[in-house]
C-alpha cells in the first residue's frame, strides 16, 4: 500500500522559515497529484499547496501564494514544502497524502494515503 511520511515541523518565529518533507513508499508519485494540508485546533483539514508528479504543474492555497513552495524530486518519491514568512496562522498539523489531479486537489475527502502529520508552530 501506498505509504506517506511527513518530517520537518517545529517550532520557528513569525517570519521564519521551515521546509516540510513528504516521503513516499509503495509506489512513485508519477501520474498522481500530491498535496499538502493543514489542519488548526478547531478547524477544518484544508489544502495548502499541489503538485502534480507527472508534469509538476502546482497550485496553491490564496493564503500561501508568494510564501510557500512546493516542489518533488521523483528518484527520491519526495515532495517538499518550503515555508517562508510564516505567520502564527500557519501553525497546525500539516499533511500531506495522494489527491485528484487537477483543480479538485482540495477535495480532502478524495484526498488518501493520509501520513500521521508534522507538527508546525509558529510563534508570535
Known amino acids: 500500500e501506498m505509504q506517506f511520511v511527513e518530517s520537518g515541523g517545529g517550532l520557528v518565529q513569525a517570519g521564519g522559515s521551515l521546509r516540510l518533507s513528504c516521503a513516499a513508499s509503495?509506489?512513485?508519485?508519477?501520474?498522481?497529484?500530491i498535496g499538502w494540508f493543514r489542519q488548526a485546533p478547531g478547524k477544518e483539514r484544508e489544502g495548502v499547496s499541489y503538485i502534480s508528479s507527472s508534469d509538476s504543474t502546482t497550485d496553491y492555497t490564496d493564503s500561501v501564494k508568494g510564501r510557500f513552495t512546493i516542489s518533488s524530486d521523483n528518484v527520491k518519491n519526495t515532495v517538499y514544502l518550503q515555508m517562508n514568512s510564516l505567520k502564527p496562522e500557519d501553525t497546525g498539523v500539516y499533511y500531506c497524502a495522494e489527491t485528484l489531479v487537477g483543480p479538485l486537489w482540495r477535495q480532502v475527502s478524495r484526498a488518501r494515503f493520509w501520513g500521521r502529520g508534522t507538527q508546525v508552530t509558529v510563534s508570535s
Open positions: 509503495g509506489f512513485t508519485f508519477e501520474g498522481y497529484g
